[in-house]
Every structure is written in C-alpha cells, then in structure tokens.
C-alpha cells in the first residue's frame, strides 16, 4: 500500500469536505443546536399542570387545595370559559378539573359521606399518572393541615376520588400510536417532496424540465400533488387502520374532521419539502436538509414529551412546526371525539403555515427559472 498517496487522498478529501459550507454547517453548527434543543425540551417530569377547581367561593377546603397546588410548583389555577368540568377537559382548558361534591367540601369532610372528585385528562399517559401522584400529596398535605387528621387517630377526612378520561386504563399505546401515525406522514411527504425537484437537477433533466412550454406553477404542482395523494389515499387509510383495528386505538370523532386535519397536515408538510428542494443541489443534500427538519420537530411536537415543560422561547418556536398542530388534532379526533375548541385553532394555525412555506418556496423557486 502506497501510504503517501493514501495520507494525501485523506488530505483531499477533508480539504473538499470541509471546504463545502452546507457540511461545515451539519458537521459543527447542527449537533450544537440539536443537543441544545433536545437537552431543553426531553424533560420526563410534569410541570405547569393546569389545574380547575369547580367549587363554590367560599369552599375552604376547595381553596386550600387550590392554594397549596399554586405553590407546589407542579400546578397553576386556571379561570375556564366553561362551567361543567367535561367540557373543560374536551376544550383543552385544563389538564385536571377538581369537582366539589354538593354542599361543599367543607360539609363533605365533616360528615365523611360524600367524595371530591378530581377529573384527570388521560391523552396523555405520563402526565395523567403525573397528575394524579401530585395531587395526592397535595390532598393529604391539606388534610393534615387543615382537619389535623392523624392516621393513628380516626378523624374527619378529605375525599378525592380520581377519575381518568378519554384512556381511563391509562394505556400507552393508546397516547402513542396517534402520535406514531403523525411521525409517519411527515417522514413519509416531506423526505419524497423534498427528493422530488432534487432528484431532477442530479440526474441533469432539470435544465429540460424549465425548457418545456409550461409554467412555474405547473412544475411546482406537479412536483407536489403526487405526494399529496398518495399520503392522503393510500398511507392515511392504512395507517388509521392498523391503528384502530391493529392496536384497538378508539377514532371517536368524525371522518371529516379526520380528513381536513390530515389533508391540511399534508398540504404543509409538501409545501416544506418543495422548500427544501429549492435549496439542495442533491439528493444527499436533501436527505441531511429533512434529517435536520425531522428530529428537532418531533422532539418539539409533544408527541413524546410535554411542550409545557419547555422554556418560554423554545415554546414559542413550536408554534412553526407543522406536527405540534398535527399532534394535538389527531389526538383530539381520535381520543376526545374533535373538540371544536382544538380543531379549528389548529386547523388556522396548519393553514397559516402552509401559506407562508408555500410563500417561500414559490419565491425561492423564481430564480431557478430564470
């Protein structure tokens, strides 16, 4: 072996490598930025628990939980536009509602007849069990506190009974699976959207492609309304069937809603992978562009873990990714029956981001052309 021409074709080839600033930009700026993310947002603890209390005013004991759950750092009171504590856990406005028996929890305590009771959204597998650990250290600080209860010496007790919804027996497939399906149609739309104008300009019929008699429209529809069907004809039924019969995951909400998240959810994801396309030369820059793209969403998406959990300006970046949107429709259709209160909130915000990639890559696209 020729040792000399090895140690200088090595030479070259990191001379060439780091030489190109879109591999200077994965090799050193990239894994900085991911760990950063990524060390922020996987947090497994449960924080900022948004916590209702349906009691009268003057229910002590109901606003001695309240208090002593504000302070606990897990949870924060919230005022909800409803008044029945279904719909506040249907409408997202609350992670857990604590229900008051009649007559008070004042009354209740001193006769021992009667239960509190604490609602607990279960969509979420982890925070539910969360939620329900937290609160019972709440309930018996109070308790203590408050009736100097002593378990060696029977006195009057504080009764809270919970009650998980939407997964009472708090099954993970059932949170993951929804959330699997969401990961599955943007792999799916954006890595081909992405590949498609990619896969033009490396094998050299790009240049044909722009010298044909048809407009920038056309190529980019063209390049988009394929992935667009097939993620919504073919992949979606299959998915939502493997998910519902294969794994007995429930759909209680109606088809169409089904059908408008996900085609608003595709829509984007296709508009985003024309964008990426626009910027790579090739394939493998494609490829490393949606690598980029994919792990940061999911990980900021609250598939997998609580976005509350995240600091106030990596929360705000969420805001720009298309799965967080997907994440909580599906999971609302499919598990709480398509609350009007998520869906159309999330449909506006999939519909604004389709607008503004869309914008981009049209944009983006122009000077190709020319």
Not at 148 to 157: E, V, Y
Not at 197 to 221: D, M, Q, V
Not at 249 to 258: D, H, Q, S, Y
Request: aromatic share 10%.
């Amino acid at each position: 072996m020729n040792w000399r021409v090895l140690k200088a074709f090595i030479f070259k080839e990191l001379k060439q490598t780091l030489r190109d600033p879109r591999m200077r930009t994965l090799l050193f700026v990239a894994p900085v930025v991911q760990m950063t993310l990524f060390g922020l947002a996987l947090r497994n603890e449960v924080r900022n628990i948004r916590l209702a209390v349906v009691a009268a005013p003057d229910d002590r004991l109901a606003n001695a939980i309240a208090s002593r759950a504000e302070g606990s750092g897990w949870f924060h009171t919230v005022i909800t536009a409803h008044r029945d504590p279904y719909d506040i856990l249907e409408a997202g406005e609350a992670d857990a509602v604590l229900v008051a028996p009649p007559g008070g929890m004042d009354r209740a305590a001193q006769r021992g007849n009667d239960n509190a009771q604490l609602l607990v959204d279960g969509t979420n597998t982890v925070r539910a069990q969360g939620v329900a650990q937290y609160f019972e250290q709440i309930r018996q600080a109070v308790q203590k506190e408050k009736l100097g209860f002593d378990p060696l010496n029977q006195g009057p007790r504080l009764k809270v009974e919970s009650r998980i919804l939407y997964n009472p027996a708090l099954e993970s497939r059932t949170f993951m699976v929804p959330g699997v399906l969401a990961m599955l149609l943007v792999l799916v739309t954006l890595t081909l959207t992405a590949s498609s104008i990619t896969k033009e300009k490396e094998r050299g019929t790009f240049e044909t492609l722009l010298a044909a008699p048809i407009g920038r429209a056309e190529i980019l529809l063209g390049k988009s309304v394929p992935y667009m069907m097939l993620a919504f004809f073919a992949q979606l039924p299959l998915v939502l069937a493997v998910a519902h019969w294969g794994f007995g995951v429930p759909i209680r909400g109606t088809l169409w809603e089904m059908a408008l998240a996900s085609a608003a959810f595709i829509m984007c994801n296709v508009s985003l992978g024309v964008l990426v396309s626009t910027y790579a030369q090739n394939q493998q820059q494609s490829m490393l562009g949606t690598f980029l793209i994919l792990y940061p969403a999911q990980m900021l998406s609250g598939i997998m873990y609580p976005l509350d959990n995240m600091p106030n300006w990596l929360y705000w970046i969420t805001y720009f990714n298309p799965l967080r949107y997907y994440a909580v429709l599906i999971r609302n259709i499919m598990l709480k029956g398509g609350s009007p209160e998520l869906f159309w909130p999330n449909i506006g915000g999939l519909v604004a981001l389709t607008a503004l990639l869309s914008t981009l890559a049209w944009r983006k696209f122009s000077p190709t052309l020319n």
